[in-house]
């Protein structure tokens, strides 16, 4: 079946502007995650749902970032007013639920550089 | 907080070589250990995990013990093929592996030549 995507793969803008990231889990996975990898830095965990609510959203990076999700479905990342230190790889996963049991299958992420 | 502290490489060994990955950790609680690869191209995949103290981990030749007492969950191999060449992350989870993600290392570059 299909895995996790993310669309778009790459996505190149100007400081200042908004950018929106997106993320579909694999389908029946109730519980959905963002990570961000920084040029030789580890993954740093963001922000997981359960469903479509967030209830910790204290490792956002900062309150120019959001997300959300539509149900158990489609996720958004948006970041505004994009800094350079936001250019990094944006990664998405999805599990059958929030526990350790489940395996974490990750999407082949979004590659973000602010110019 | 917790953190996860592995070799950053690149390893370079040759094929058939024995491979050890050192990865060490410190948590508040009783976390879960996963060894992540990523291979050129593709996304990151779970390679294995322990979920307790003494647990060992296997899944394609390699193995990894969980140690209570080092704190450390070392990634091992036997006899290491060109096709194992990826980037290897050690990661852990301190609630379950859900609530809080997962904390990764900064990623093992490693590299098989034939």
């Known amino acids: 079946g299909a895995g996790v995507s993310q669309s778009p793969s790459n996505k190149v803008t100007e400081k200042g502007k908004d950018v929106e990231l997106r993320c579909d889990p694999i389908s029946g996975h109730t519980a959905l995650y963002w990570y961000r990898q920084r040029l030789g830095q580890g993954l740093e965990f963001l922000i997981y749902?359960?469903?479509?609510?967030?209830?910790?959203k204290s490792g956002l990076p900062s309150d120019r970032f959001s997300a959300e999700r539509t149900g158990e479905s489609v996720s958004t990342l948006t970041i505004q007013r994009t800094q350079q230190e936001d250019s990094a790889v944006y990664l998405c996963?999805?599990?059958?639920?929030?526990?350790?049991?489940?395996?974490?299958?990750f999407g082949p992420g979004t590659r973000l550089t602010v110019t | 907080g917790n953190s996860v502290t592995q070799m950053e490489g690149p390893v370079t060994l040759s094929e058939e070589a024995f491979l050890t990955i050192n990865c060490t950790y410190t948590a508040t609680g009783y976390p879960s250990l996963f060894w992540y690869v990523q291979y050129p191209g593709e996304g990151l995949q779970l390679l294995l995990k322990a979920t307790k103290a003494d647990d060992k981990g296997s899944n394609k030749g390699f193995e990894a013990t969980y140690r209570k007492e080092t704190t450390s969950f070392h990634l091992e191999k036997g006899s290491v093929q060109v096709s194992d060449s990826a980037v290897y992350f050690c990661?852990?989870?301190?609630?379950?592996?859900?609530?809080?993600?997962?904390?990764f290392g900064k990623g093992t570059h490693l590299i098989i030549q034939p």
């Open positions: 749902f359960q469903g479509n609510s967030a209830p910790d």
């Open positions: 996963a999805s599990s059958f639920r929030t526990s350790a049991t489940y395996e974490q299958y």
């Open positions: 990661a852990l989870s301190d609630s379950g592996g859900g609530a809080d993600g997962l904390t």
